[in-house]
Every structure is written in C-alpha cells, then in structure tokens.
Nanobody
Framework: QVQLVESGGGLVQAGGSLRLSCAVS????????MNWYRQAPGKQRELVAT???????NYADSVKGRFTISRDNVKNMVYLQMNSLKPEDTAVYFC??????????WGQGTQVTVSS
C-alpha cells in the first residue's frame, strides 16, 4: 500500500548541488514524519535530516547549513536539497516514512557520488 520512490541522485563534483526527491504513495503522508538517511560503503546507515508533520526540521551536524529538507503535503513529496557537496557525502540516500502508528516504510535508495 505505501510506496516510497527516491530520485535525483547522480554524480556531481565537490562543491556542487543535487536535489533528491521522494514520492510517497499511500495514506497518512501529511501526518507522518519523513526522514532522509544515507549509507556509505562499509558504514552504518545514518540519519541525515528529518521533517515532522508540522514542518519542523532537524539535521545531522555533518550536513547542517548545507542540506535542506522540505515536504509538499499536497503532492506527497519530500525533498533534500544538497549544496556544497563533499566527497564524504557519497552514499546511497534513502527516504523513510514513519506514520502515526509508528510503522516505518523505506524507499529503495538513490546513489549520490561526489567526486573530488
């Protein structure tokens, strides 16, 4: 029923920008907390950014001031604008939805590669 599909990843040079999108189908999007995670090779998956149903946001220290998470509750979309990208931002980026029943849903991920 619930499906998350990420897009927008790719190869970019250090200092460049990318905008990731996550399209969500299914119920409860507007009341859900939306998250972006990333997982680099050989590393654990880490939380990058969160937006609550009310629109408040939180970021990992490593991306503060460079990344911006936003959501569109009409289109059921969540975005991650990534600026001033660094090689250490290279990872697979995942979208996760946590609904009001505390159930998690994940997307399949999109690869972001930042070259130095």
């Amino acid at each position: 029923q619930v499906q998350l599909v990420e897009s927008g990843g790719g190869l970019v040079q250090a200092g460049g920008s990318l905008r990731l999108s996550c399209a969500v189908s299914g119920p409860f999007f507007s009341t859900s907390t939306m998250n972006w995670y990333r997982q680099a090779p050989g590393k654990q998956r880490e939380l990058v950014a969160t937006t609550s149903s009310g629109g408040s946001t939180n970021y990992a220290d490593s991306v503060k001031g460079r990344f911006t998470i936003s959501r569109d509750n009409v289109k059921n979309m969540v975005y991650l604008q990534m600026n001033s990208l660094k090689p250490e931002d290279t990872a697979v980026y995942f979208c996760k939805m946590v609904n009001i029943f505390r159930k998690d849903y994940w997307g399949q991920g999109t690869q972001v590669t930042v070259s130095s």
